[in-house]
Every structure is written in C-alpha cells, then in structure tokens.
C-alpha cells in the first residue's frame, strides 16, 4: 500500500506540473494573439508578461501549498466557499499589484498609481484567468478525494465481506466433518470393507474442501463432484434407504457459484428429510438455465417440520443464505417448500455473472 502510495503521488505531481505549465503557457500565447490582433505588441510588453507569466505559476504553486498544508478539505463547504472567495481576488489584486511594481522597477518614468483605471482593468483580467485556475484544481481535488474515499469504501466492504465469509467458512467446516465421521463411525463395526471406501470417499472430500473454499467461486462442474461424492459416502452409510440423482446440463459446468451451495443442500436434505424416514427416500440434485438465470433445486423424500427451537435454520442452510446476500444482494434467498405431500424442494436462483 505504501509504494502504491508512493507512485500514485509522484503521478499525481507529474500531472499537476504538467497542468500547471500547459495551462500558464496557454494564457500566455492567447495574450499574444490578442496583444498582435488589437495592434498593441511590443517586444518589452511581451516579456513582461512572460515575467508576469511565471510570477502567476509561482503565486498558484504558493496557493497549493498553502492548501496541502491547511487540511482545506475538513472544513464546511461554506468556509471553502469564502476561503476561495477571497483567494480569487487576493490573487488577483496580488499578481497586478506584482506586475505595476515591477513595470515600476524597469522603468522610473512610469508613474506608480494603484488606483487608476488600468490597474483595475489589470486586476479584472486576471481574475478571469485565476477564476478558471481555482475552479479547474479545486474541483480536480475534490474528485481526487472522493475517488480515495470511494476506494477505501470499497476496500473496506471487501474486508468486511471476506472476513465473515472465513466466519462462516469456518463454521461450516466442522459441521460437516461431524456428520461425515458419524456415517463412517456407524461402519467401523458392521461393515470394515465399507468404511474404508467411507475413509476415502472422505478424505477426497475434505481434500477438495480444503482447496476450493479459499476460493470466492468454483465451478458448478467441481460442485457436482464435491456432492457426488458426498452422496456416494451418505449411500455407504444408508444403503437401500437412499437414492440419489445428480442432473447438471453441461452448458452450465463453466459457469461459477460461491462454495459448497449444493453440498449445503444436499446435507440438508439428508439431515432434515432421509434420516428421519423409516424406509428413506430419493435426494435428486437438478441445475438448470431458466430465463438467464441458473436455477438450482434439490429435492428429497420428506416434510417441512417446525424445530422446536423456534423454527430456526440448521448451521449449514443459515450460513448459505447468510453467504448467498453476501454475493447476492439483489437475489431472493433460498426458498424451502414442500411441493406434494412427500417432497421437500429446496431452490435458488442466481444469476450468470460469474461464468468468466
């Protein structure tokens, strides 16, 4: 951040500089072309005013200064307002009165008179040009400004963003390495062939767990892996009490989504629906494109019952929809529904942004 700072500075005063002698440089040959069109050119006006010229950069360049230092920008727009007020005509009374004092200096002859007419017309035309200098950097600074605090606004939601999204992150880890170590737990004793492939089946799991949940988004193509193999460990576990099916159309195996949304699903499924059914039931996992939008249900064998803790969410599906306003937004969370009298469908849609 600090070299960054560095460079966005040394930028920052190549371009004032730039400015600064672009802009003086200009008003100096508009000057001429006036001077040569209204027949008032001399060799000696000209180059007082290319002294004049210089003088004024110096002045603006003083001004800026002043300004860094000042912390201008903490004060009301108001205090601004009046500060540039009177620096508008401070400047311009400065840098006249710089101008007659030197034509003084070059040439005793000339009588020094701060109050006539051409002082005054002096005074005018310069407040022109330092009008247009005063509003072009003042503005050039407030943009400047408002772009860094945009910037560390920015920067400060993506933090924030990251930071509970390792929260929840970590809190999902362990949920689901409990309830996997309960599936193969229940094998050790029956069956020692089972739990072995159980083992596997679950260290490929935590394997591509570790991996792609540093991830902000996977495809949906590592997604259908990562459940299928988590429903290939949960089949070990209820053998003919589960039935399972993984329908992804293949359009969509590009296409990105944040971590573990099917994975969710599917642990919910078996939680909440399977495990409490005497005979089991069918968990069939779908992802479609419907009007632009990935559409994504998981269905199971069961019903919509009431927690008696007051109706509230299990860790995984509270964390997925926590996660999925992180992302989303704009987009409806999940919605949980029971479609006939046996079936529990639970459906996201999200939108195809992430498919680069």
Known sequence: MNKYFRIDKVSRKKLYWIFQTCGWTAMLFYELINYIGLGFFTVPDFLSLMALTVIAMLYTHLY?????????????????????????????????????LLSYINNHRVKLNLFNLQFFMNVINWSRYLAVWLLMYHISKFLYYKSKA??????????????????????????????????????????????RTATTLLSQLLRHTLNYEKQRFISLQQEAEIVMDYLALEKIRFEERLEYCVDIEPELYEITVPPSILLTL????????????????????????????????????????????????????????????????????????????????ATIQLPMEHSN
């Open 150 to 195: 945009d910037l560390r606004q920015l920067h400060t939601a993506l933090e924030l963003q990251t930071a509970q999204l390792e929260i929840l992150r970590l809190q999902l880890n362990p949920h689901f390495l409990f309830n996997a170590l309960n599936s193969i737990r229940s094998l050790i004793i029956t069956d020692g062939e089972q739990a």
């Open 266 to 345: 599917a642990e919910n499924a078996i939680k909440h629906g399977i495990s409490k059914l005497v005979k089991g039931g069918a968990i069939v996992v779908e992802v479609k494109k419907m009007n632009d939008q990935v559409f994504i249900m998981v269905t199971n064998s069961g019903k919509i019952t009431v927690n008696e803790d007051k109706g509230r969410q299990g860790i995984g599906i509270s964390n997925l929809n926590k996660r999925l306003k992180l992302f989303y937004p704009t987009q409806p969370s999940l919605a949980l529904q029971q479609v006939t009298a046996d079936r529990v469908a």
């Open 64 to 100: 800026r200064h002043i300004i860094n230092k000042s912390n201008f920008s903490a004060h009301t727009y108001l205090v601004q307002f009046f500060w540039l007020l009177v620096s508008w005509v401070s400047l311009s009374l400065i840098i006249t009165l710089t101008g007659t």
